[in-house]
């Protein structure tokens, strides 16, 4: 058996694994890795200036490149930095490598500086935790989070790297982990049973989540939803491409409204829950979304989702991908001509619905679209018309982006990333880590100004690395989600129009000049021509570049 230094140790078990990269911020128990890493030219560290800069990095690049996302972060005051954005990820179910370093296990009863238990601070969020105490649990407990990180459900890990593990020596058997098959087909009794309920549906709907997304099943989707002629929506907080945008029975995403959501479904006899979460809101409601009388069939990855809120009459567990071709098979055996008249008719009335809506939508957004500073509708609308379609779209605009998705055309798993979890700061550098993964396809981040706030360095870590990402910023110099909210209550703040630590003016952000200061070429675009032509520019250009786009401050928007 080998002797080898624990630094080397790790560096060579991810190295096994397939790991390229290392988002992080380094301190002092990080050195023996950083050391590490000068005769490792086949890692690419990723230097971010602030741990949350990291953390986004890491999740964009996990969800978009299917690996795991490796992040070396700083005892426990990194650690707490990175918490925010970790917060988001946990949402998203985003298989990361967390790792921090931690003081000489000989030194810590003393309690030295920048000592304190990592482990509690990391259980909330993550699937399993660690701390090897020698060599040879790094490496055993290094193989093991990687696997528990990519296993279904995905999410992230945590190891607590000890100083005088990874400077120490010692004899590691460097063994190489199988490959375990991630696509677990469902359980044929559970798929026959869910098929006998939906084709008994007179007026079904189908609500899908994340999960149609994670496991690229946009068209196995499509097929089930086609033979059922089902209406499909989105869940309330969807962050992927979940079905195939153009779709004519694609109806766009449910509104985080839990009296909206009910008089969608109260249409509905049946709702078919496909890889989503039934149903996440913001806040509380005396309307119950879901009508008692509605029967749930839900299937998903993840065994935690379903019935997690609401009963299901049949509960189906397994990958999407690998299960839906067989549902649909036994739909289309078991299909009276009959139910397919009903199934076609239904689908014909959707299509029209949608036809509908979208003509209305595209009608008021012309109606406005002379108005400056430019509506948030008429900017969503100019993206989508302007961009190249492999563009993949990194979005944390929050209200500005409301009608993004109505206006943009996706039909791929990796056309669109969304932050799901709603702590800011996610979205600047997961546009970064979304570029590095897909080097190839243009990467558009569609961010809030005050979510660029929080992660600003990440502008520099893109300058740094000359990483040609985009950014469009959507500048109401203001938290808007916040206004239309204390609006929404109708309170105090309503009635006299004030709306006390929303606003970031007096002085407002010079997002140019915040993007020089970091090595970043800024342009600002005030008029839609001139937004049309920043992208066309900015998507040429060998760099990254920023573009602010001032857009309506109105709590009532334009449309």
């Not at 990269?21 to 690419?44: C, H, Q, S």
């Not at 490796?70 to 179910?93: C, E, I, Q």
């Not at 079904?204 to 929506?233: K, M, N, Q, T, Y």
């Not at 509905?268 to 913001?282: I, K, R, T, W, Y």
């Amino acid at each position: 058996m080998p002797v080898i230094t624990g630094r080397h140790a790790f560096l060579e078990v991810l190295h096994q694994e397939g790991v390229e990269y290392i988002f992080g911020n380094p301190g002092t128990t990080e050195l023996p890795l950083i050391d590490a890493l000068v005769d490792r030219p086949d890692f690419k560290y990723i230097l971010a200036l602030q741990e949350s800069v990291a953390v986004g990095m890491a999740d964009g690049y996990a969800q978009a490149s299917g690996k795991v996302g490796v992040l070396n972060l700083h005892v426990s005051p990194g650690l707490g930095n990175a918490l925010g954005v970790l917060y988001d990820s946990w949402r998203m179910k985003t298989p990361l490598l967390v790792t921090a370093g931690q003081q000489d296990q000989r030194y810590q009863l003393s309690e030295p500086v920048l000592w304190s238990e990592l482990i509690p601070l990391m259980r909330t969020y993550a699937k399993w935790t660690w701390e090897p105490r020698s060599i040879k649990d790094l490496v055993t407990a290094t193989r093991r989070a990687l696997k528990v990180a990519m296993t279904p459900p995905t999410g992230m890990v945590f190891l607590s790297l000890p100083m005088d593990v990874l400077y120490g020596e010692g004899e590691a058997e460097l063994w190489t982990t199988p490959s375990t098959p991630a696509r677990l087909r469902a359980d044929r009794a559970a798929l026959e049973q869910a098929a006998t309920v939906l084709l008994g549906a007179k007026n079904p709907v189908i609500v899908v989540g994340d999960d149609v997304g994670a496991s690229d099943a946009l068209a196995e989707a499509a097929a089930v939803a086609e033979l059922l002629g089902a209406r499909v929506f989105s869940d309330t907080f969807p962050g992927r491409t979940d079905f195939l945008s153009d779709h004519p029975l694609y109806q766009g995403i449910l509104v985080r409204s839990q009296p909206a959501v009910r008089a969608i479904l109260e249409q509905a006899d049946l709702m078919f829950a496909l890889g989503a979460e039934v149903f996440p809101f913001s806040l509380p409601s005396e309307v119950e979304p879901v009508p008692a009388s509605l029967t749930i069939v839900h299937m998903h990855s993840d065994p935690w989702e379903v019935g997690k809120n609401y009963p299901a009459r049949v509960g189906v567990i397994g990958d999407l991908k690998a299960s839906l071709p067989e549902l649909a098979q036994i739909i289309r055996e078991r299909q009276t001509p009959s139910r397919r008249e009903e199934a076609r008719r239904r689908a014909e009335s959707a299509a029209q619905a949608k036809q509908t809506a979208y003509e209305s939508l595209k009608s008021l957004a012309a109606e406005v679209s002379n108005r400056l500073p430019i509506p948030a509708a008429v900017l969503m609308q100019t993206i989508a018309d302007t961009i190249p379609a492999e563009t993949i779209i990194v979005d944390e605009s929050i209200t500005s982006g409301a009608t993004l998705r109505d206006f943009l055309v996706r039909n791929t798993a990796d056309s669109f990333y969304g932050m799901r979890g709603g702590g800011l700061g996610w979205g600047l550098p997961a546009t970064i880590g979304v570029k590095l993964a897909k080097p190839e396809r243009p990467v558009l981040g569609i961010i809030g100004d005050g979510s660029t706030l929080y992660v600003n360095q990440a502008l520099w870590t893109a300058a740094h690395y000359c990483i040609p990402v985009v950014w469009l910023v959507c500048n109401n110099a203001q938290y808007m989600i916040l206004k239309r909210r204390l609006h929404a209550y109708g309170g105090a703040a309503a009635k006299a129009e004030t709306y006390i630590g929303l606003d970031m003016m007096d002085p407002e952000i010079d997002f140019l000049a915040l993007a020089r200061a970091m090595g970043v070429h800024g342009v600002r675009a005030d008029t839609m021509d001139a937004v049309s032509k920043a992208l066309g520019e900015a998507m040429s250009r060998n760099g990254p570049t920023l573009i602010d786009v001032p857009i309506e401050r109105s709590i009532r928007p334009a449309l």
